[in-house]
């Protein structure tokens, strides 16, 4: 079964420093997205590729968070720099445009711990 | 705008006992509504959707939900649970936008399973 692949899984890094993470979405979906979730709390869009353009990013922190999808394939989130604030989980998850409903499959994600 | 709202933060039951986790929603058009699961340190998996037709769904792992449209309600069911169903479910609604679907998710119901 085709998955949605993360890495790194897991990221500690200092205050000030630069993080990436990397996405590649289920072979032939559209549709990719980028998480954030907070521990205890529901996963919060960061923002969303439909195929190499970006659709939504009205909740990312453009001052230090950039996103790309240059060929409309994989993907990557930057952070620069990194704040503790950040410390969470980043997931990303992709769709297939022509089904109905959105129905988005999740990477395993990469939790970041910022000291 | 669309919102979820999960009723209930924790649910903790005995095995072989039944559950139901609460979701309510609101929104202005037709929706999508989906229940996924997480585990420890992991991403978001599918349980079950609804996106048109019979009102109770029926997922992976015994799990099922009802659509009430007057009451806006999505309640997962499970009749009887086990240990390995602890984990954390996430009520999410999608609605269609000119960018393609709009989806938020709930805050999650952390489910324990005691022995």
């Known amino acids: 079964e085709a998955e949605v692949a993360q890495s790194p899984r897991y990221k500690i890094t200092e205050k000030s420093q630069a993080v990436a993470f990397w996405c590649d979405p289920i072979?032939?979906?559209?549709?990719l997205y980028w998480y954030r979730q907070i521990l205890g709390q529901g996963p919060e869009l960061l923002v969303q590729f439909q195929d190499e353009s970006v659709v939504d990013d009205s909740q990312l922190p453009k001052d230090r968070f950039s996103a790309e999808r240059l060929k409309g394939v994989d993907s990557t989130l930057k952070i620069q720099p990194a704040e503790l604030g950040d410390s969470a989980m980043y997931l990303c998850?992709?769709?297939?445009?022509?089904?109905?409903?959105?129905?988005?499959?999740f990477g395993p994600g990469t939790r970041l711990t910022v000291l | 705008a669309q919102s979820v709202t999960q009723l209930d933060s924790q649910v903790p039951v005995f095995e072989e006992a039944p559950v139901e986790l609460r979701c309510n929603y609101s929104?202005?058009?037709?929706?999508?509504l989906f229940w996924y699961v997480q585990y420890p340190n992991q991403g978001l998996q599918l349980l079950l959707k609804?996106?048109?037709?019979?009102?109770l769904v029926k997922g992976i792992n015994g799990f099922e939900a009802e659509f009430n449209k007057s009451q806006t309600s999505f309640h997962l069911r499970k009749p009887s649970v086990h240990i390995s169903d602890t984990a954390e479910y996430f009520c999410?609604?999608?609605?269609?936008?000119?960018?393609?679907?709009?989806?938020?998710f709930g805050a999650g119901t952390r489910l324990f399973v005691k022995a």
């Open positions: 929104s202005s058009v037709s929706v999508y």
């Open positions: 072979s032939g979906h559209a549709t």
């Open positions: 998850a992709s769709s297939d445009r022509d089904r109905r409903g959105d129905t988005q499959y």
């Open positions: 609804y996106l048109s037709g019979s009102t």
């Open positions: 999410a609604v999608s609605e269609e936008d000119t960018g393609g679907f709009k989806t938020i």
